[in-house]
């Protein structure tokens, strides 16, 4: 099994996270001297977006961007790779709102972004509730970052007339993620309706949240500024469905089984969170009625224990849900580079996407 | 003294307030049903972003974006009323973001989002907290605003070649509104650094929150959709931080003094919240010592009632603040009007930005 790092590094993928990481250097080097232009006191909001942006991700986005241009005959240059390096902005953006809704303490293996405005605050002494000036702080942090998004891809470089064409994808993409974000939210309210209901509710957030937002859409962003044709638009979205769903069953997978010195989570996070994935619906349906009372009774304690996870995660192996899990993710990742087999791009980019499925659907981070 | 939406219904402004909100209605339809094809769990989604946006609101900065427009010769048009629609959609978006960060219970007299999306939840008896659920809908509906305004603007109709002169203009704005809340929320948790000191940090988040984004930049918009000239957008800016500045001075006098049915906020909800406005940086250098000592007691407290209010709108008034701040108002107001008198654009914007000056300055809402 290679981490999603480690495929990073090798030379199909030609150094992108790194000339990304540059990009988003550059960039957020010019903003943070704006932002200092109206204040100093805005220095630490400079240096949290730059900490969480620079500091991690795997880049996943704007790879897929990136194959996706290349794939319609777009050509290498640092206006594509500014371009899609965008897209860790809107992820960052939405990752800091993500982590307040869910009070997550942690996110990449630092404090979330809410909890550094909260301890400036204490630290400083100054007057009402820390926790309060945090959360204003990552809204607005978070906020700001959806802007510079959007900056970053309108002063790429690249042509009016493919921006132009890009923008109604991109716009689709963002509001896309909103929805699916607000649907998981609700499916942890409602709890799903029933173990059938869970399932389905479950699909379609990862559909919203994962498939679409991870990896078609991605791709379709990168084609479109490029000018690609209907059919390689369809091609993508043949591969990149399938594969967005496999991303998140392993993302599932992770938030149970994960390695909190890998995935920088603390263990069995979603389980603390309540998360209702397909992982947990597929339990539901599977096990007996000792399981389900013992998913009933911790699943979404937000106290759950060392103890609670390894209950939890016993429930989920001895139900056959985890295995289930791993055949969907075999099955969903076939049929994706079935669908890049036949898809009308370029071999470079072929070849790359189908190194790109593999290794989105075997990381352990 | 007028009220802003009285002079909205002078023949001079032409019905633009409705026209606006004609715009917002139609593409708000349309996007309803783009979240109803996701599932028909978003409905609430989409029924709380339509009586936000279509309920209230003084299609302020629509307004100046308009005439920003004509004043240097775009001529009329649907297409430009879409794209200057979407600056009310980008207002919702930071006023569900605000509220949510100052737990404001109401807003145009209505619960604020956070509390319809609490409430749904404690309706419905779903899991886990209301109040979370309520932050998460309104962090999420907020984000979907800021996505929506951009998506209004570039399928406005406008050309292509107007989108990318505006783009910059919008995406700075954008910035600028997050910078300035963020120095806002900062302001009241650092409580400025003494009585000279809280007058410049409250100027300055004036400055972004109010001068820059609600005059300034929307005249900037509309000028930039339209090509317009150098000399034109300086004029705007000779005219419109002056204006802006005045705006927020009376907007500073309205949340002390406005009156609870004109406003639809509680009468002193601003003395509640701990705002650290320039009427209150005035006060603090200007009282007595039992004015201080009133002051530091009351200002911020969540819990002040009726007679806590009054006593520090006496302190206000008999330290001279409030006249003073009517001078400045004055004086701003003034003085937007003599730059727009020289300013090179048309005689219909100039007449029409003279009445929207005295309407935003002297309003009681």
């Not at 000339?19 to 109206?38: K, M, N, S």
């Not at 947990?280 to 009933?296: F, I, K, P």
């Not at 849900?321 to 580079?337: D, F, K, M, P, Q």
Request: contains cysteine.
């Amino acid at each position: 099994m290679t981490t999603f790092s480690a495929a990073l590094a090798t030379p199909d993928l030609g150094g992108l996270g790194e000339r990304v990481t540059a990009a988003l250097d550059e960039f957020l080097d010019d903003r943070a001297g704006w932002l200092g232009d109206i204040g100093p006191d805005l220095a630490p909001v400079a240096a949290t977006v730059r900490d969480f942006v620079l500091d991690g991700g795997k880049r996943l986005r704007p790879a897929f961007a990136y194959w996706g241009w290349r794939g319609v005959g777009g050509p290498d240059g640092e206006e594509i790779v500014r371009a899609v390096a965008c897209l860790e902005l809107l992820h960052a953006g939405a990752l800091v709102h993500d982590d307040l809704m869910d009070a997550s303490e942690t996110r990449r293996g630092a404090p979330s972004v809410h909890r550094r405005f909260a301890s400036l605050h204490r630290r400083a002494g100054w007057r009402g509730s820390p926790d309060a000036f945090g959360a204003a702080g990552a809204i607005l942090l978070g906020d700001l970052c959806l802007v510079w998004a959007d900056t970053m891809l309108a002063g790429s470089g690249l042509p009016a007339e493919g921006l132009m064409r890009a923008i109604p994808v991109y716009h689709e993409m963002r509001a896309e993620l909103m929805a699916g974000q607000y649907l998981d939210v609700l499916a942890q309210a409602t709890g799903g309706a029933g173990p059938a209901g869970a399932l389905r509710v479950a699909q379609r957030v990862a559909r919203y949240k994962s498939a679409k937002y991870t990896v078609e859409r991605p791709l379709h962003l990168g084609a479109a500024l490029a000018g690609g044709s209907e059919p390689a638009l369809a091609a993508y979205t043949a591969y990149g469905l399938p594969l967005g769903e496999a991303f998140q069953l392993r993302d599932d997978l992770l938030g149970v089984f994960g390695d909190p010195a890998e995935t920088g989570k603390p263990a069995g996070d979603d389980l603390r969170e309540g998360k209702r994935t397909a992982l947990v619906a597929l339990t539901l349906e599977r096990t007996d009625r000792a399981g389900a009372v013992t998913m009933r009774r911790l699943l979404g304690d937000p106290d759950l224990d060392a103890g609670g996870v390894a209950e939890l995660r016993e429930v989920i192996v001895a139900s056959g849900a985890a295995g289930a899990v791993e055949e969907l993710i075999a099955e969903r990742t076939s049929r994706a580079l079935a669908a890049l087999a036949a898809a009308p791009i370029t071999r470079q980019a072929h070849d790359t996407l189908a190194a790109l499925a593999v290794a989105a659907t075997a990381r352990r981070v």
